[in-house]
């Protein structure tokens, strides 16, 4: 298992999602006249020279131009009362935390598969390391004074879901070893090659696919058909706008 402050170096130049909606930077100055920038949503500090230049801001006690401090943490700077003010004015909205297990838990799903046949895949370890991480990270609620709009890990999850790139679908499609409804639909309008892709009906087949593995990653029981797994079967029983894709 990687250390935890080198899995989340190796995250940041692996995930490349889009900034969170509402994010606010505070900034501030250290001692020797360095600029310090600090997203008051991911907490993740970014510091740079006096002449401009991002440089290196390393795990430690960090003291300021006004004479108080900064710790940061495994990249990440400890909130203090200045960032959590920022905070406070976007409130996270209530069931964040279930949100958070959540998209950890689909994440798993998405790299190791719905029943671990990627289980041997270097990007399943890292969903699983990940969601270790976040399960430690909420466990940390019940402590005193803790609120659950600090949870950090459970954001890199949501990222993570998002990178088509690294944490590649296993078996999308696939439910026993079988093609899904929505899979079998796609075969049949698109071809079993894509040689049918440009077809008017090939696009809104992948697109049901697309909501039946998204619905599946999040149900409490993916071995079950879902909603839209439900339409691609009527929609295989259309041989009129859902035509057989020819040769």
Known sequence: MLHRHLFFSLLFFILTGP??????????????????????TTNKPRLYSPDG????????????????TVTVREGVMVPNEQVLELRDQYPRKEG?????????????????GFDDECSDAVVCAHARQL??????????????????RFIETPSQCREALQNEAYFKPCNKGQQGGKPTPCAELVTKVCGDGDQCATRAACRPAKDLLDREYKERLSSATPGTESPASGQCRQALQDNGFFAACSP
């Open 19 to 40: 900034a969170p909606l509402c994010a606010q930077t505070w900034t501030s100055e250290l001692y020797d006249g360095a600029r310090l920038e600090v997203d008051t």
């Open 53 to 68: 230049a991002e440089v290196p801001l390393w795990d430690g006690v960090h003291q300021l131009r006004d004479g108080t």
């Open 96 to 112: 964040f935390v279930g949100e958070a297990e959540l998209a950890c838990q689909q994440l798993v799903r998405k790299a190791c």
């Open 131 to 148: 969601r270790q991480f976040a399960d430690e990270e909420l466990q940390e609620r019940e402590r005193p004074g803790f609120s659950a």
